[in-house]
């Protein structure tokens, strides 16, 4: 046992035993590498799971953290991945470059949007996070002269990478740009959620009513992280864009917007981590699952949600807290 | 008597054809331990609302510290010195009582904006939260979550979330509620120990509190005013008694 604290000082202990890093995390990242020796084959996958992963970090932000329900998030997503293609025919081949007017754009147009966000909750946040994402699918459709519409961006051209490394077909380079990009803005996203704003944001999630009544402005925190977790958002759909070379309707799709909002709730919400493992379990599942049977995976899917939520109501995540929880309290 | 810190003029309220809030006129002075009673549905909580800004009033003015907050959001009033606490918890049941008190200095002192420096680094607001709570006999379950305290234990969490808010007017709804008599009056004992400069402003339903802890008295009934005085005046009042007794409550 640890010696005696003062009273006064147990809680300034548990609040930074919060924010430490756990050796499972680090563990964690370290794995991540595995690919690279084990499943070299399977290198492009692993660069989708990092790029899902990095989405539905983004999603968790809003979701998870402040509570603010949507399904439309892929707005964000397809606007980084059409920034990051569009601009990489008119001369700017530059990924880091193009990775960043891909966050500026999606930023931009989700803080516009935060305004309206700010101002409602629930089943009206499903009508006008969708309503948004189906705005900006549409015009992506219709503006082909832009976007290439319903065939996709043609011509992309990407620069290697730091001046150095081509974008090859095994996807190494890729799932290192990827790996690196998740693992920037996970960094981001586990100090912002582990500060006073984090908190805040927590707040709101867990008691709209109670916020302004201890003199907090909701809606100035939740523009700020919607307009954060777009960026994010954005930053993904470039990542995309440039390690695929090709950006489709489809990213703008109600489809990725759901897609995102499964691997979150599956993984669980409000943890960061498990919209990462979220994105693992299901990529892989869809890979295995379509390579055996294309047409029904879908049901695989499905069944896996309805017994996800009916039995693990925190997620995959939370379900593996709950056992390690319970193998810790046991005797050894 | 001392200056005026909260005051109301004319306020009406009404639900389709309830009249809720009848031409309310009340001046709370600074340092102020008063109370309010009524019957269930005399508007109480509806006042509360009004006065921080929940709820807008169909006309009147609501003057705190000599300024006019009738227009103000929650939030700004709050910032004023204008803090409440709930009748039914309202809290946020996966936080920390730690954590939950914390978010609240945060947000007094500015420092919930800040994004990029951990929790743990505030460790001014850490303390004082600390302090609140201990000084509310929560201090050794302080890193416990909310949902998981005892009912009596989240009663005392509501008015922990108020302090840290640094009221000048602290206005208390029914902060025994559900309570048993036992403990309530510990909690009171603690409301009473507050900085003799907070005006404090409660409703309570126990008489026995009542007329122990005010200095004075308002009686709601129907949305209006029926009658305000020193706790010995209401008690001999004969409408309050009337009042009451009509509607089966402590005489
Ligand atoms: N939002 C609302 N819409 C319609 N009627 C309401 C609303 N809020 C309260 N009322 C009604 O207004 C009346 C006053 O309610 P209020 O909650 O202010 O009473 P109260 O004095 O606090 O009562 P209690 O002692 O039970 O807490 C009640 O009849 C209630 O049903
Ligand atoms: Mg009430």
């Known amino acids: 046992m640890a010696a005696v604290l003062p009273p006064q000082a147990a809680p300034h202990e548990f609040l930074r035993a919060r924010t430490r890093w756990h050796p499972l995390e680090i563990v964690f990242w370290l794995s991540t590498l595995l690919p690279f020796v084990v499943v070299p084959e399977y290198l492009q996958l692993a660069s989708q799971i990092a790029i899902a992963a990095l989405f539905a970090i983004s999603l968790d932000l809003i979701l998870g953290y402040a509570g603010i329900v949507s399904i439309g998030h892929a707005a964000y997503f397809g606007l980084g991945a059409y920034t990051a293609g569009i601009l990489s025919k008119h001369g700017i081949g530059e990924p880091v470059v193009l990775l960043v007017l891909g966050a500026i754009v999606a930023g931009v147009v989700g803080y516009a949007s935060s305004f309206i966000i700010a101002r409602f909750r629930h089943l009206a946040l499903i009508m006008i996070t969708l309503g948004i994402c189906l705005m900006f699918y549409e015009a992506a459709n219709l503006a082909g002269w832009l976007t290439g519409g319903a065939d996709g961006l043609q011509g992309i051209k990407i620069g290697p990478l730091a001046g150095t490394f081509k974008f090859d077909l095994y996807g190494k380079t890729a799932y290192s740009y990827s790996l690196i990009v998740l693992f920037l803005c996970f960094l981001l996203a586990r100090r912002?959620?582990?500060?006073?704003?984090?908190?805040?944001?927590?707040?709101?999630?867990?008691n709209a009513v109670?916020?302004?009544?201890?003199?907090?402005?909701?809606?100035?925190?939740?523009?700020?992280?919607?307009?954060i977790a777009a960026a994010i958002a954005g930053i993904a759909g470039a990542v995309l864009a440039q390690t695929t070379s090709t950006v489709s309707l489809e990213v703008l799709g109600f489809q990725r917007s759901a897609d995102v909002l499964v691997m979150l709730i599956m993984g669980?919400?409000?943890?960061?981590?498990?919209?990462i493992l979220g994105s693992i379990v299901y990529m892989v599942a869809r890979d295995q699952f379509s390579g055996i049977n294309p047409q029904y995976w879908y049901f695989w899917i499905g069944l896996m949600m309805v017994l996800v939520v009916m039995y693990l109501p925190n997620g995959l995540l939370g379900g593996l807290e709950k056992l390690t929880a319970r193998w810790r309290r046991s005797p050894t | 008597m001392s200056e005026t810190v909260l005051?109301?003029?004319?306020?009406?309220?009404n639900f389709g054809s309830l009249v809720v809030a009848g031409d309310i006129n009340i001046e709370l002075p600074r340092g102020a331990r008063h109370a309010l009673i009524g019957p269930n549905g005399a508007g109480k909580t509806t006042l509360i609302n009004m006065l921080t800004g929940m709820l807008q009033p169909d006309a009147g003015q609501i003057m705190l510290e000599g300024a006019d907050v009738t227009g103000l959001k929650p939030a700004a009033r709050v910032h004023r010195g204008l803090v409440r606490t709930f009748q039914i918890n309202t809290l946020f049941p996966r936080l920390c009582a730690i954590e939950a008190v914390t978010l609240a200095i945060c947000e007094r002192e500015g420092h919930a904006r800040n994004w990029w420096r951990?929790?743990?680094?505030?460790?001014?607001?850490?303390?004082?939260?600390?302090?609140?709570?201990?000084?509310?006999?929560?201090g050794a379950d302080c890193t416990r979550v909310t949902r998981e305290l005892a009912y009596g234990q989240q009663r005392l969490l509501e008015i922990s979330l108020a302090l840290a808010a640094k009221p000048r007017v602290l206005l208390l709804d029914e902060p025994a509620a559900g309570v048993p008599r036992s403990e309530s009056s510990a909690l009171f004992q603690a409301i009473a120990g507050l900085p003799a400069d907070i005006t404090v402003f409660f409703i309570e339903h126990d008489m026995d509190i009542?007329?122990?802890?005010?200095?004075?008295i308002i009686v709601l009934v129907g949305g209006r005013v029926l009658v305000e005085g020193a706790p010995s005046e209401i008690a001999a009042d004969q409408r309050v008694r009337e009042v009451y007794l009509g509607h089966g409550k402590h005489g």
């Open chain 1, 210 to 227: 109670r916020m302004p009544a201890i003199g907090a402005p909701s809606d100035a925190h939740i523009r700020k992280v919607y307009t």
């Open chain 1, 192 to 206: 912002l959620t582990h500060s006073p704003f984090g908190l805040s944001l927590r707040g709101i999630r867990e």
């Open chain 1, 268 to 275: 669980g919400a409000g943890k960061l981590y498990g919209g």
């Open chain 2, 7 to 13: 005051a109301t003029r004319g306020l009406r309220k």
């Open chain 2, 210 to 216: 009542v007329f122990k802890f005010a200095s004075r």
């Open chain 2, 118 to 138: 951990r929790l743990p680094v505030y460790r001014d607001a850490v303390d004082e939260a600390y302090a609140i709570l201990a000084s509310l006999q929560l």
